[in-house]
């Protein structure tokens, strides 16, 4: 028998092995931080807020469409002002590589707009690092060049809570998760259906509203930090961050299933190649 203890230790036991292809992968340190894993590495995560160990992270092959998901050189501010490598707060990672945006106080329309390719697809889940400066509320919207999708999802990130608005009817956001961060930051996890599958290029926008369930836009000038946008087609929820910065620019990025194997008695053995979360 094997007795293994994956929430209070970083070591495998010795009869086990990982095996994962040297493509990055993340995990969140027991300091919290996002941390980029090289070939081999178990995963061993923690819970962002309360740093308790959650276990050995094991996941399927995802892909990330965002294909600058962190370089914010190539975002566009709408009605606003975006300051990249903002100095005055450290990303998820420990960089200094967050992007601030500040809304016209006079403009009608204020977002920031991350490009993505077209992406054949009826449901996805999207997920992005947020930080509030001046204001908690953020939306999001999905729309594509055609204008046959445009949906508006206002989250609340101090109570936790969101509502969406779909101005072409057709798709549904089945869930909302608020993933907190010990130093303010949170990782918002929004999956959606129903999405008419029209394979044109779409991008991701986000912006502060003011007023429930609407992207109204007040003489304000609000701000908030945004880092590591994430878009992964028929996925039913978000899976561990996958890293586009530091790999092929304008690239979608693939991250390998986690595989382990047992060898006893001299023998290798094939485990678990993936499963949904933890073990």
């Not at 009608?108 to 697809?121: K, V």
């Not at 508006?152 to 969406?164: G, M, P, R």
């Not at 945004?226 to 910065?245: D, H, M, T």
């Amino acid at each position: 028998n094997i007795m293994c203890d994956f929430r209070n230790s970083e070591t495998l036991h010795p009869a086990l092995s990982c095996r994962r292809k040297a493509i990055r992968s993340t995990r969140i340190n027991r300091y919290g931080e996002i941390e980029y894993m090289g070939y081999g590495e178990p995963r061993f995560d923690y819970d962002p807020y309360t740093l308790k160990p959650r276990g050995l992270l094991i996941e399927g092959q995802r892909t990330n469409k965002v294909t600058y998901s962190e370089d914010a050189a190539q975002w566009l501010a709408a009605g606003g002002v975006k300051n990249n490598n903002h100095s005055s707060t450290r990303a998820p990672d420990g960089s200094y590589t967050a992007t601030m945006f500040t809304r016209n106080g006079t403009a009608n329309q204020a977002n920031l707009q991350i490009p993505m390719p077209a992406a054949s697809h009826t449901y996805h889940t999207v997920s992005a690092f947020i930080k509030p400066d001046t204001n908690s509320k953020v939306f999001y919207q999905f729309v594509t060049t055609n204008a046959v999708n445009n949906l508006y999802v206002y989250l609340n990130l101090d109570s936790e809570t969101y509502s969406y608005t779909d101005f072409n009817g057709s798709s549904t956001v089945q869930n909302v998760w608020f993933e907190k961060f010990s130093d303010g930051w949170v990782r918002v996890k929004i999956y959606c259906s129903g999405f008419a599958n029209t394979g044109a290029a779409s991008g991701l926008r986000f912006g502060t509203y003011t007023s429930t369930s609407t992207h109204s836009y007040s003489n304000s000038t609000h701000s908030f930090y945004l880092w590591g946008c994430q878009f992964e087609s028929g996925a039913l929820r978000a899976s561990s961050y996958i890293p586009v910065a530091g790999l092929t620019a304008g690239s979608e990025v693939v991250r390998q299933s986690d595989a382990y194997s047992f060898t006893l008695n001299g023998y290798r053995t094939h485990g678990a190649k993936y499963t949904r979360g933890y073990q």
